[in-house]
């Protein structure tokens, strides 16, 4: 294991009920000025809205409201939010949603905060921003970890790039899995996928021998394997959707990492292939992962011939390296049909102009993949995809 440092900032209130049970006292420690951040409207359908409402109104908070937040949400929304957050000098900021809600939060809370341009900051001087406005978040779709985390995905169309960029920790998350069951199937699906892809992702880094937070990751990855599968079976499955947003919280809060350089090329990829064609997250993710796997052998076989035994129970039995990984990417292609999810571009609807090469050229490579992949063999992979 690599040496690291371990400080989580982030209180989880877990639970049928955590926001009734915990959002008052938690408001109580925060200024008066409350934004309450959410999307495209989910939450006015399923009644969250009215229950949160209910509950800042009770606390006496003056709410402003910032909505429309859009799936791979944008710079511009982002800039949107900061501008809304200094006109009516907030103090405390409520995100209420997925991923998207979630991320978009984590940079307005800090571009609300300074007059620079954040993206200017990060990118260009390659600095961070220190000072936020507090947060807090409710998860009404999970699968991302992103309440768990301080890195935000956030595409900027102007430069055609989706990228991350550093913000704050939420001070708590509200995770209430009956708050994510209005979800509609395919987001639950490509949800819970992107969370075993995080574990993956992290898996695949490295040191590469096995340590202890690889256990627990196999241990997490079965789970949500076992989850997705009792899901499909029963969507009401209460203990089954508790379960998948826990393990996709635990996949984001940093405890797989510790020790390790993760791997996360996957993502780079796909973030790319977002910002020229705003796709979902998890369904590229899950048409990307086994043919960059494929482009990962040999380097990565000893990794993926341990995922085989222990994440997917391949009988190792007479069976070398080589082909328990070849073992592993097939079984994973093989769950990804099971699951519903896409296997190509093409069944996502990804136009056929869509300009692969940019998207290759315009992806970080990472350090930590096994392999040192070129924009070259990226574009290979890619064309592969299409389908
Ligand atoms: O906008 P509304 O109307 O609320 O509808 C949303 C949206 O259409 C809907 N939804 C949310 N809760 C619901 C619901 N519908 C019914 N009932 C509910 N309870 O779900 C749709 C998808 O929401 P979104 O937030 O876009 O999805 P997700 O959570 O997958 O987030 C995706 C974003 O997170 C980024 C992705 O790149 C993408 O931009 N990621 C963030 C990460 C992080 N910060 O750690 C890590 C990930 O790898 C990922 O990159
Ligand atoms: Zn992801």
């Not at 200017?120 to 991302?144: N, R």
């Not at 256990?215 to 997490?220: F, G, H, K, S």
């Not at 073992?327 to 093409?346: D, H, N, Q």
Request: proline share 4%.
């Amino acid at each position: 294991m690599n040496t690291f440092t371990y400080n989580y900032p982030v209180t989880v209130y877990f639970g049928e009920g955590a926001a009734k049970n915990n959002l008052p006292k938690e408001l109580s420690k925060v200024g008066d000025t409350v934004m309450f951040a959410y999307g495209g409207g989910s939450i006015k359908k399923n009644g969250i809205y009215d229950e949160l409402v209910g509950i800042l109104t009770a606390a006496g908070k003056k709410i402003v409201e910032f909505n429309g937040i859009m799936s791979n949400p944008t710079y511009d929304k982002v800039q949107e939010g900061a501008r809304l957050a200094k006109e009516n000098k907030v103090d405390f900021i409520l995100a209420v949603g997925g991923g998207s809600v979630i991320d978009c939060c984590k940079i307005v809370s800090a571009q609300a905060l300074i007059d620079e341009d954040i993206w200017t900051l990060e990118y260009e001087k390659h600095g961070v921003p220190t000072e936020f406005i507090p947060m807090g978040a409710v998860v009404t779709a999970f699968g991302t970890g992103a309440e768990m985390n301080n890195g935000a995905v956030i595409t900027n169309t102007e430069k055609m790039m989706k990228s991350p960029l550093r913000g704050a920790f939420y001070s708590f998350a509200i995770l209430d899995p009956v708050y994510t069951m209005t979800m509609p199937m395919k987001q639950v699906i490509s949800g819970a996928f992107d969370s075993l892809s995080h574990c993956m992702e992290t898996y695949m880094g490295s040191p590469r021998e096995i340590n202890y937070s690889d256990e627990i990751n196999e241990a997490t990855q079965r789970n949500i394997i076992r989850n997705i599968r009792a899901t499909l079976k029963d969507p009401k499955d209460l203990h089954a959707r508790s379960e998948l947003v826990w393990a996709a919280a635990m996949a984001e809060n940093g405890m797989l990492k510790l020790g390790k350089i993760t791997d996360f090329q996957c993502h780079m990829l796909e973030h790319q292939l977002g910002a020229y064609t705003d796709c979902n997250h998890g369904q590229g993710l899950a048409v990307l992962h086994p043919v960059l796997y494929r482009h990962m052998m040999p380097e990565a076989n000893h990794q993926f011939a341990r995922l085989a035994v222990e994440v997917w129970d391949i009988d190792p039995e007479g069976k070398n390296e080589a082909q328990l990984a070849a073992a592993f990417v097939k079984e994973l292609a093989a769950f990804i049909r099971e699951i519903g999810l896409p296997t190509t571009l093409r069944e996502m609807d990804i136009p056929e102009n869509t300009d692969l090469r940019a998207v290759a050229d315009s992806t970080i490579l990472t350090g930590g993949c096994a392999k040192k992949f070129t924009a070259d063999e990226l574009f290979a992979v890619l064309s592969e995809c299409r389908g």
